[in-house]
C-alpha cells in the first residue's frame, strides 16, 4: 500500500487540493448568496449586469438592464425588448472557482501563483461580460438559434478559454513547468 501511495502521490495531491479549494471556495460562495433574500439579486451578478449594460452603451446600444419586479434576476431590455435575463449562474463565478482550484492544485511560486489567478479572474469576468453582451445582440437578431448561441457555442467559448489558461499555467507557471 505504501508503495502505491509513494506512486500516485502527487495525483493524490493534486486531487486533495483541487477538491477542498472546490470545496471551501463553494461554501464561501453560498454563504454569500445566502446573505442575500430570495427575491433579491446578488451584488456580483448587478455588477455584472452593470457591466453588460455600459458596454453595449459604449457602443450606442438601445439597452437597459433592469431588476425583475418578481424573480430575483435581471432583465435586459434591449430596444425595447426583454431579450435575456441575467440570472446568479451567468455571473461566471462558478467558473471563476473551477479555475482558482485547479490553478490552486498545480501551484507554484506563491507570488506568480497569486498573480495569474488574479489576472484569471479578472479576464474571466471580462470575457463573461462580453459574452452577455454579444449574446444579447445575436439573440435580438436571431432569436431562433437560442439553442446554439446560449447552449452550446457560449460556454465553448468560457469553458474553452478556462481550459487554454489552465494548459498556460501548467506548462509556463506551475510547479510542474519545464
Given amino acids: 500500500m505504501k508503495k502505491y501511495l509513494a506512486q500516485f502521490r502527487p495525483f493524490l495531491i493534486f486531487i486533495g487540493t483541487f477538491f477542498a479549494a472546490y470545496i471551501v471556495l463553494t461554501i464561501l460562495y453560498k454563504f ?61 463565478v462558478s467558473v471563476i472557482i473551477l479555475f482558482i482550484s ?33 449574446l444579447t445582440i445575436l439573440l435580438f437578431h436571431f432569436p431562433e438559434k437560442n439553442h446554439l448561441l446560449h447552449g452550446v457555442l457560449f460556454p465553448l467559448i468560457i469553458y474553452g478559454t478556462v481550459f487554454v489558461l489552465w494548459i498556460i499555467w501548467v506548462n509556463k507557471f506551475s510547479k510542474y513547468a519545464k
Fill in 102 to 134: 485547479f490553478v490552486l492544485a498545480f501551484s507554484g511560486n506563491f507570488k506568480i501563483t497569486l498573480y495569474y489567478i488574479l489576472f484569471g479572474i479578472v479576464f474571466i469576468y471580462i470575457l463573461n461580460v462580453v459574452r452577455i453582451a454579444l
Fill in 32 to 92: 454569500y448568496l445566502n446573505s442575500f433574500k430570495a427575491d433579491e439579486v446578488d451584488g456580483i451578478t448587478n455588477f455584472v449586469g452593470r457591466n453588460v449594460e455600459q458596454l453595449l452603451q459604449i457602443f450606442n446600444y438601445d439597452v437597459k438592464v433592469q431588476k425583475s419586479l418578481s424573480n430575483s434576476w435581471l432583465e435586459v431590455l434591449f430596444n425595447n425588448h426583454f431579450i435575456i435575463r441575467i440570472i446568479e449562474g451567468c455571473n461566471a
